[in-house]
Structures are given as structure tokens and as C-alpha cells.
């Protein structure tokens, strides 16, 4: 049985009004492979918050729990406005648990996907200045994280949770990201991260520093302005082999060639962090923002 399966398969209307620790359940927000978040209430400080329950079914293993174990630490070292906050973390008789900041809004995956099935052209795609903004908010973020040392490895639209009354972009799942306090989980022949948003180094298994993160952040910001990735439709496996030993074929068509809002700079920038090769790409996180910011001014702010 798979593992989104074997999630499907527990009722969790059980915990509808269940206390764990100082929180009470109220509803279920989503579920995803390893686990489902719920809305809760916290008494203490008479608040809405969000939590992760990890179940302790026969399928989890020892690597999801340690996951899940580490993400709650390496959140809880970060403090900063673009990255979510985690309150608490502790263990039931049949489940582990996480107690995080609630985000009322959606997750950017979900975003882009609901404008691209607007029927009318011009408004099936995320602005240019909406993209930017966002692109800028977690850049912002990741560059942060970058310099407490952690590095996510798995940057992609949804894990970008979009705050609906501020329009904040907050960075969500550190469940494969590695510190040097908390060392990447490694198995033989297994590859943490989304095969569409992997560097070529990190798709090869190889040693990633925060450069990884970036070549990801590359290719969100080209699924934000073209709506989509124009990748070839091949096993998991294919689409693997070529990241590692054909990158510069991974994309059928450049990002101007996909998309009419994204010009030759635009190109430029997302090429430039999506390099193959790490020394070629930005060296960190504030170098990619800044040449945001640089276009937004010449061609935005000035047109």
C-alpha cells in the first residue's frame, strides 16, 4: 500500500475535538503523503493555529520520523517574516505532532493553477509585478535561512503558502532540509526532493550546499511566469537521468520562448539560477533578489 493510501485509510474525524497537549482540534486543513494538518485552538494564548500530525501506522518509517522530528527543529531555529513558525512539537500514543503558525490563503501551486484555467489569455498568468514580489519575499527568506545554515532542498510552488489578506509569501516543509547540526538523510539509490525543481547535483545524489536551493528557486520563478514547466512527459526515472547528464535539454523551450510576459533579461536572471553548473549560478540568495529588483525598476516602474 502506498503511503497516501495508507493516510486515506485513517479516519481522522476522530480527531475533531481531540486535545493534544494545550490545542484543540477544530478541523482538517489538508493531508499530504507523510501526514495531515488540522486547524486547531490554542487556550493558552486564545488563538487559531495549525497542526501536523505525523500517524504512527506500520508504514512510517524511521527516515519520516526523523524527518519530521528535524523539520520541527530547523523551523524552530529560524525567525523570520517569509518563513513559517513552529510553536511546538511532541508525541502522542499513535501519533507525533507539530504546532505552527495557521496561513489562511493558499499555496502558490494551487495559485498559479487556478489562473491558468481562466479562460481569458491576458488573465491566466500571475502578473509580473505579483511574481516578482513573491519571488522577492522568499528570496528574502531563503537568504536568511541560507545564513543560519540551512539549506531546504525542496523549493517549489507548494511549499509557498500565500497569506490572502497581506499577500505575504511565507516558506513552508522543512522535511528534507539539512543543517550542520542536522545532517541530510542519505539511502542508497533514493533521491529526497521534486524531481522538476532538483539541481543537477542534488538529482545525482551528490553533496548540495544553498546553491541547490537556488537553482530551484529558478525554476518556481519560470513555472510563476509562464503558468507551467515545458518538461518532457517521461518516467520519473528519465526525467532524472537527464537533469543529471543532459540539464540544458531538461526544458523543451527557453523561458521567453514559454511564456510571453517573460523577456530576454527575465530570461537572463532565471537562466542565470538555473545554471547546471553551481559557480555559475548566483552565489546567494540577495544577488538573485537584487537583479529582481534592478528589472522590476527599469521595466516595470519605469514603463
Do not use: W
Not at 501536523?52 to 508504514?59: C, D, M, Q, T
Not at 518532457?232 to 540539464?247: D, M, T, V
Amino acid at each position: 500500500m502506498n503511503e497516501l493510501g495508507d493516510i486515506n485509510s485513517i479516519d481522522f474525524n476522530t480527531f475533531i475535538g481531540k486535545e493534544i497537549g494545550n490545542v484543540t482540534i477544530l478541523k482538517e486543513l489538508g493531508r499530504g503523503n507523510r501526514g495531515v494538518v488540522f486547524i486547531a485552538f490554542q487556550k493558552s494564548l486564545k488563538r487559531q493555529v495549525a497542526v501536523k500530525v505525523l500517524p504512527k501506522r506500520r508504514s512510517t518509517t524511521d527516515i519520516e520520523r526523523q524527518q519530521f522530528r528535524d523539520e520541527a527543529e530547523i523551523i524552530a531555529v529560524l525567525s523570520h517574516p517569509n518563513i513559517i513558525s513552529i510553536f511546538e512539537m511532541g508525541e502522542e500514543e499513535e501519533f507525533y505532532f507539530q504546532v505552527m503558525q495557521l496561513i489562511k490563503g493558499k499555496d502558490l501551486n494551487k495559485i498559479i493553477n487556478n489562473r491558468m484555467r481562466n479562460p481569458l489569455q491576458e488573465k491566466n498568468l500571475l502578473p509580473i509585478d505579483e511574481s516578482i514580489t513573491i519571488a522577492t519575499q522568499v528570496l528574502d527568506g531563503m537568504g536568511y535561512a541560507h545564513e543560519e545554515e540551512v539549506i531546504h532542498q525542496d523549493m517549489k510552488p507548494a511549499n509557498i503558502l500565500i497569506e490572502e489578506r497581506t499577500n505575504r509569501a511565507l516558506i513552508s516543509d522543512f522535511g528534507i532540509a539539512k543543517t550542520q547540526q542536522v545532517e541530510q538523510i542519505k539511502m542508497k539509490n533514493v533521491i529526497f526532493g521534486s524531481p522538476l525543481y532538483l539541481s543537477p547535483e542534488q538529482a545525482a545524489g551528490k553533496e548540495t550546499d544553498h546553491r541547490t536551493d537556488i537553482y530551484s528557486l529558478g525554476v518556481l520563478l519560470f513555472k510563476m511566469l509562464a503558468g507551467f514547466l515545458p518538461y518532457r512527459k517521461e518516467s520519473i526515472k528519465k526525467l532524472i537521468l537527464r537533469k543529471i547528464y543532459e540539464p540544458d535539454t531538461f526544458f523543451l523551450s527557453t523561458p521567453s520562448e514559454t511564456s510571453p510576459i517573460i523577456n530576454l533579461d527575465m530570461e537572463n536572471i532565471i537562466l542565470k539560477a538555473m545554471h547546471p553548473d553551481p559557480d555559475n549560478r548566483y552565489q546567494d540568495c540577495f544577488q538573485f533578489r537584487d537583479d529582481l529588483i534592478a528589472y522590476t525598476k527599469h521595466h516595470i516602474d519605469s514603463a
